[in-house]
């Protein structure tokens, strides 16, 4: 079983995402969403071997809320920097260090930042100890870097206990 469904979660996500984007359920989306659902993690296997499981699901679940909640807020924020004075504006590069330790979590880390507006995620040293982040505007690097460990890389660590 394990060998044709590698990851049924996953399957059902695909699933409901599918479902969800078409945005009607009908036999063709249905046998379409349920191909891709049983293809794209087939396919994907090779690369999905080293993924770490979710240790605390609560945890996991508050930091999709956190991360929902700053995304719309740093989208006002944005907003308000792009629509005022553009001498206002304080490009820094920080560098984040990691206490994180595995690929899919850092990568994970690296995506938060980058979907949150007005911070990306540029670089990542060659021993994944650092992470190079872009600032749209920040006048304290520090205060950048401890918010980052404390919104993003504390909870994650303790998602997935790496």
Same mark, same amino acid.
């Given at each position: ?21 078409? @945005?009607?359920i009908s036999v063709a989306h249905v046998l379409l969403a349920l191909f891709l659902a049983w293809g794209i ?5 090779? +690369?999905?071997?080293?993924?770490? /499981?979710? %240790? ?5 679940? %508050?930091? =999709? +809320? ?7 807020? @740093?989208? =006002? ?6 629509? /005022? %004075? ?6 820094? +590069? ?7 330790s595995q690929s899919m979590s850092i990568s994970l880390l690296a995506g938060i930042i980058t979907m949150t507006?007005?911070?990306?995620? @540029?670089?990542?040293? &060659? ?19 401890? &918010?980052?460990? &404390? %919104? ?7 998602? +997935? /206990?790496?």
């Open positions: 079983m394990k060998n044709w469904l590698p990851y049924p979660v996953l399957s059902v996500i695909l699933v409901v995402a599918w479902l969800m984007l078409a @945005a009607q993690p087939l396919v994907c296997k090779p +690369f999905l071997v080293s993924t770490q /499981g979710v %240790r605390n699901p609560i945890a996991a679940i %508050r930091l =999709i +809320f956190l991360v929902m909640y700053d995304i719309v807020m @740093a989208n =006002i924020a944005v907003a308000r920097l792009i629509l /005022g %004075r553009p001498d206002r504006l304080n490009p820094v +590069f920080v560098q984040v260090p990691l206490k994180l507006p007005g911070t990306v995620s @540029a670089d990542l040293s &060659e021993d994944n100890t650092l992470l190079l982040v872009h600032a749209l505007s920040c006048d304290d690097p520090e205060a950048l870097i401890a &918010e980052i460990k &404390e %919104r993003y890389e504390k909870p994650l660590i303790e998602i +997935f /206990g790496c």
